[in-house]
Every structure is written in structure tokens, then in C-alpha cells.
């Protein structure tokens, strides 16, 4: 019933209380911080030197 209810709530946020829901997730998604990564904090050559598939290779290219 739980899996449901989850469902029904995602393919229609409108129905019942799941309207509330918009509100709440739109609310942590701002209140979370921001990542503060550019050029100046971040030495770009060592990024480009780390290994293929992690973040910071990923990030340079």
C-alpha cells in the first residue's frame, strides 16, 4: 500500500495532500548548500591530472 501511495503521489502531485509536497521539496532543494567550485578556488591542472571517472576529471572536461 506504502508503494502505492508513493507511486499515485509522483504521477500526480496535484491529488490530496501530496500538493503540500511540491512546497516542501522545493524548500530543501534551496535550503541545501551550494557547491562553491570555479576556477579561482580550484587548481584546474591537478584536476586534469586525477584519474579517468572522478569528479574532478569529469569537471575539466
Known sequence: MAVGS???SL???YRGGEYLMIYVLSYMIS???QPRINIKTIDMNALSNMS??????TYVS
Not at 579517468?52 to 576529471?57: D, K, L, N, V
Open 6 to 8: 508513493g507511486l499515485m
Open 11 to 13: 504521477s500526480d502531485p
Open 31 to 33: 535550503a541545501l548548500p
Open 52 to 57: 579517468e571517472g572522478t569528479f574532478g576529471c
